[in-house]
């Protein structure tokens, strides 16, 4: 990857920096080659001031950092997309973006992970989740494995509603087993993705 840092006068490219789990986009930036380079380097986001004129990376003050993911430059080499993890909100206002939008992905499961985190955070005595990860990993672990066996079950038969509940069980406690171990499953789709991209 060679972006042209030559083909402005200023020798800045526009980087823009997206969520890599919610697609939203975070940030627009400058960046020069300098810039370029330590972002690759320190795995955060850095641009070239040009208020400071210096190099600036996002979060140096704040500890909103954002960690690199994925970087890629566009067809004409003048222009990057970065796409990132930011640890909180991304706006010097305090926004989640600098559009002012909530990033939060529209996708059901992503809503889904964050109503498990909810509770798991609760304290709410009644709550099935809350219970889960009260009682660790390992039991977490052991319902997936029952929901996994259920569900082989169902795949011999031919009732289609029960292998699709037997499904919905499995898929859920998968979540809340990557949260248990603090991933998520935008995670689980990025080394997929990866695989693919190399497979090409």
């Known amino acids: 990857m060679k972006p042209d840092f030559s083909k402005y006068h200023d020798g800045l490219l526009p980087a823009i920096i997206q969520d890599y789990k919610t697609s939203k986009v975070l940030m627009l930036g400058f960046m020069n080659n300098e810039a370029f380079i330590k972002t690759e380097e320190s795995g955060k986001v850095t641009f070239y001031s040009r208020s400071k004129q210096r190099l600036w990376t996002k979060g140096e003050e704040s500890g909103n950092f954002l960690t690199v993911k994925q970087v890629l430059l566009?067809?004409?080499?003048?222009?990057?997309?970065?796409?990132?993890?930011?640890?909180?909100?991304?706006?010097?206002?305090?926004?989640?973006?600098?559009?002012?939008?909530?990033?939060?992905?529209?996708?059901?499961?992503?809503?889904?992970?964050?109503?498990?985190?909810?509770?798991?955070?609760?304290?709410?005595?009644?709550?099935?989740?809350?219970?889960?990860?009260?009682?660790?990993?390992?039991?977490?672990?052991?319902?997936?494995?029952?929901?996994?066996?259920?569900?082989?079950?169902?795949?011999?038969?031919?009732?289609?509603?029960?292998?699709?509940?037997?499904?919905?069980?499995?898929?859920?406690?998968f979540i809340v087993l990557l949260r248990a171990k603090n991933v998520s499953l935008q995670d689980v789709i990025y080394v997929l993705k990866q695989r693919h991209s190399h497979s090409d």
């Open 74 to 173: 566009d067809c004409d080499q003048d222009t990057l997309l970065i796409k990132a993890e930011p640890a909180g909100p991304t706006c010097h206002t305090g926004a989640d973006t600098c559009w002012s939008e909530k990033n939060h992905s529209d996708d059901f499961l992503s809503y889904l992970e964050e109503i498990i985190e909810l509770r798991r955070k609760s304290t709410d005595g009644k709550s099935y989740v809350k219970s889960l990860f009260d009682k660790g990993i390992n039991k977490i672990a052991q319902k997936v494995g029952e929901e996994a066996t259920e569900i082989i079950i169902e795949a011999k038969d031919n009732n289609e509603e029960l292998f699709l509940n037997e499904g919905a069980d499995l898929l859920f406690h």
